[in-house]
Each structure stands twice: as structure tokens, then as C-alpha cells.
């Protein structure tokens, strides 16, 4: 069984990664675990509680790791443990997903200096926040959903679409009949 790993924290924006994390953990090969900084509960912007399973400090890179999601929040804390993680999925070719304001964790590793990336993030947000924006802005793509090679990125309002692509990338998804049915049932247009 592949592990996912999914960044959870303060803020973060479960909606966005209910669907995509529904089928990952279906009897399909995958099981998902939470990773936090800390072990208290993390309220997430809708306020519900959330107990992750494992600080990121205590995941082993030995272990079958498939894959790493980001959820969207507000604020860019990335520590060298995370930043240490999401190199080493990137490294061993595991996807490396992210969604809304999450690529920010991908940018400020240096990730998207060399991939092409969507966001809802914007460079005025950061100027309005007074925050360091870490994007490079030339490889951003005005698109719901966008892979490139193991980098997957999703606006917010795409959350189905994320789903699919992370699915897809996965072999969960393997006929095109299967994901024009997932197509239709989450009535995601592209």
C-alpha cells in the first residue's frame, strides 16, 4: 500500500482536497496520512477540528511514498522539514500536488521555477498582505487545473478537476469511459 501524504494546517481549506482524498482512500492501493506540525488539533477555514496522523518530522523517506498534497490556507509557513519532504517527492518522481494558495509552498522551494503552475494567489494578494510573494509569475498559466511532468496544481473552485488529475496520474483512473463518468458525476468542464 502508497502512502499519500496531505500538509495540513492552520486555515487550511479541506474542501478543496474532500474529493480528491475520498477515492485515495477507497480500497485502491493508497491510504492517506496527515502530516502537521504539531499533533494538537488544527481548525481548518471552515472551523471544523482535524488530528493529523504523524508530525512532518516523523515521516521516513524510506517509506512507499506516492505522493504529497497541499491544500490551500492563507499563510506561507514552510519549514525545512516540509521543504525537505517535498524535494524528496520530487526527487523520487512522486507527484507533488497543490491546490489554490498551497503552490506557494511548491514556489518558495524553488519547485516552479521550472514548471508551469496555476494558482488563485495573486501578486497584488502579497502586496495587500505585505508578505514576500514567491512566485514566478512567467510560468503561471490562466488554467483550472495543470500537470506538469510530477507538479500538479488547481485553482481553489477546481477541486474536482485537481481529483481527476491526481486520480489520473495515479492509474485509478485508467479508460477513458472511467473519466468521462467521473467527468460527468463531478460535472467538471474541461
Known amino acids: 500500500m502508497k502512502t499519500v501524504l496531505v500538509f495540513l494546517y492552520e486555515g487550511f481549506a479541506e474542501f478543496e482536497i474532500t474529493p480528491v482524498s475520498m477515492e485515495l482512500n477507497a480500497d485502491n492501493g493508497y491510504k492517506i496520512t496527515t502530516i502537521a506540525?504539531?499533533?494538537?488539533?488544527?481548525?481548518?477555514?471552515s472551523g471544523f477540528q482535524f488530528l493529523p496522523h504523524k508530525l512532518v518530522s516523523e515521516i521516513e523517506l524510506s517509506q512507499n511514498i506516492a505522493g504529497v498534497i497541499i491544500p490551500g490556507g492563507s499563510i506561507l509557513d514552510?519549514?525545512?522539514?516540509?521543504k525537505h519532504l517535498i524535494m524528496y517527492c520530487y526527487e523520487q518522481k512522486c507527484f507533488v500536488a497543490a491546490i489554490c494558495a498551497?503552490?506557494?509552498?511548491?514556489?518558495?522551494?524553488?519547485?516552479?521555477?521550472r514548471h508551469k503552475y496555476t494558482t488563485t494567489r495573486t501578486h497584488e494578494r502579497y502586496i495587500e498582505l505585505e508578505q514576500?510573494?514567491?512566485?514566478?509569475?512567467?510560468?503561471?498559466?490562466?488554467?483550472?487545473?495543470?500537470?506538469?511532468?510530477?507538479?500538479?496544481?488547481?485553482?481553489?473552485?477546481?477541486?474536482?478537476d485537481f481529483a481527476l488529475k491526481i486520480w489520473s496520474y495515479l492509474n485509478i483512473i485508467v479508460s477513458e469511459d472511467e473519466k468521462k463518468q467521473?467527468?460527468?458525476?463531478?460535472?467538471?468542464?474541461?
Do not use: H
Request: proline share 6%; net charge negative; charged share 20%.
Open 37 to 45: 506540525y504539531t499533533l494538537d488539533p488544527i481548525v481548518s477555514s
Open 102 to 113: 498551497g503552490p506557494q509552498y511548491l514556489a518558495a522551494c524553488g519547485l516552479l521555477d
Open 132 to 160: 514576500t510573494d514567491p512566485f514566478p509569475w512567467e510560468n503561471y498559466q490562466e488554467q483550472r487545473c495543470v500537470q506538469d511532468g510530477t507538479i500538479i496544481t488547481a485553482k481553489g473552485y477546481a477541486y474536482n
Open 182 to 190: 467521473w467527468i460527468d458525476e463531478l460535472n467538471i468542464s474541461i
Open 78 to 82: 514552510l519549514r525545512d522539514d516540509l
